[in-house]
């Protein structure tokens, strides 16, 4: 047999990355995910397609010469994995390179490497391991034509979605300091709909939709935060919303990163790596305090299940607790830990009642996750589901419907040779069917 890997030139350097330390007890220390873009060569997703094969994903940006990038399929016993080239597509700001690994075996691991030039003269090389199983219920979806600005967001339908069906998805996006944009997803002609938009500048705004009684919805949309080195933390947070038109009071929490988790009526307000205080907001825009979180908080990822809302605590160097609220009776009751790794920036959804959680990123060596699991309320149990194939692990746009979700973009933690972590932002986008 012969193997053979595609399109390279053979480097030798190491990746040379931005450190981004983390602080005791959370969140990390502030990461500015809009100063990152994306690298000029990215090694995207590794798929399972048969029980032998998987599909290996590399973008490239157009100024990158195929002969610029190298990837490699590795057993344990460095032995090489046969590659051939597939299907490639190109957009406006890159291209996306198909490649079929085969004489995979199951359950074995295997080392993908994609060394690449970044400037003509420096070499850089991400890392994966993947470990090999019958495929599993995946389906890659069209990347975000984008290659610079924010790759986070909250997701939400389109339009008010009852029967939890999602014909198409939205987000509001920043771009950079004199543009943002709407961002729409098709779910049936699998593409993406950018609309301008020069009056929302901010980063990581909220959205979400309440409805204020039987047939009268709003869609909620605000909030966020500005640079600005003259802050002490080099942010400006945001109280106010910008939909709906004139909405009052402005939010009442204090400065920082909210999570938040909603049911039909209420949205419920968390400062993340801050106080415990948790905020309520209602479809007819009041607002109140509710019961404090039972803990101190540290970075956050949240689902709802059947009107309940669960918050995934995850604290440096402390076992995840999982909590959840009830709204009717305004009370926490501490729920079964996660059982996985220890990390921060996870993200949380729900599916038919069930919620999951999973990525994010390891502690000082940043290192990325990529497990799913699956947590069932009325067992108060978790399981291992399966590892989410795309290239992001922290930061992950997410949402739910009846029988499945959509979850991608986010920002990829690259682990350094030389110590600390690369981030680079990620535009790939995915459905998962339990």
Request: net charge negative; charged share 20%; hydrophobic share 35%.
């Amino acid at each position: 047999m012969i193997h053979y890997v595609l399109c390279y030139s053979w480097f030798f350097a190491c990746l040379i990355g931005l450190s981004a330390c983390q602080t005791t007890p959370e969140p990390a220390a502030i990461f500015t995910p809009e100063s990152q873009a994306v690298s000029r060569a990215s090694l995207v997703s590794v798929q399972a397609t048969s029980t032998e094969t998987a599909e290996v994903i590399v973008k490239s940006s157009p100024s990158l010469k195929l002969t610029d990038w190298l990837l490699t399929v590795q057993t344990a016993n460095d032995q090489p994995v046969k590659l051939e080239s597939g299907e490639t597509k190109s957009l406006k700001t890159f291209s996306i390179y198909a490649l079929k690994a085969s004489g995979l075996v199951s359950g074995q691991t295997y080392t993908v490497k994609l060394q690449f030039l970044y400037n003509g003269r420096d070499t850089l090389r991400v890392e994966r391991m993947y470990t090999h199983h019958s495929p599993a219920n995946w389906r890659r979806l069209a990347h975000l034509d984008a290659d610079a600005g924010d790759f986070t967001g909250m997701l939400i339908a389109s339009e008010n979605d009852p029967a939890g069906v999602a014909t198409s998805l939205q987000l509001y996006r920043y771009v950079d300091e004199q543009s943002s944009s709407r961002v729409i997803y098709q779910t049936g002609q699998d593409n993406w709909l950018l609309f301008p938009q020069a009056n929302v500048l901010a980063h990581r705004q909220v959205l979400f939709r309440l409805q204020d009684v039987p047939g009268v919805n709003y869609v909620f949309f605000g909030m966020g935060y500005q640079n600005d080195e003259r802050a002490a933390q080099k942010r400006i947070y945001l109280k106010t919303f910008s939909s709906p038109a004139n909405l009052k009071p402005d939010y009442a929490g204090e400065d920082g990163d909210v999570a938040l988790f909603t049911t039909l009526t209420q949205a419920f307000f968390l400062t993340q790596g801050g106080s415990s205080a948790l905020w309520i907001r209602d479809g007819n825009w009041d607002q109140h305090r509710g019961r404090d979180f039972p803990e101190a908080t540290g970075t956050l990822a949240t689902f709802t299940c059947n009107g309940i809302g669960y918050v995934v605590n995850e604290r440096e160097g402390q076992p995840i607790h999982v909590f959840s609220y009830n709204p009717a009776t305004d009370q926490w009751t501490r729920r079964a830990d996660f059982p996985g790794l220890a990390r921060s920036w996870g993200v949380g959804f729900s599916i038919a009642g069930k919620g999951y959680f999973g990525a994010g990123i390891t502690g000082e060596d940043e290192r990325g996750l990529r497990d799913l699991w699956q947590y069932d309320p009325a067992t108060d149990k978790w399981q291992y589901i399966t590892d989410y194939p795309g290239q992001g692990n922290r930061y992950l746009i997410s949402y739910g419907t009846a029988t499945k979700a959509y979850i991608g973009w986010g920002y990829e933690s690259q682990a350094s040779p030389s110590g600390g972590a690369r981030v680079v932002g990620c535009t790939d986008f995915w459905e998962f069917t339990p």
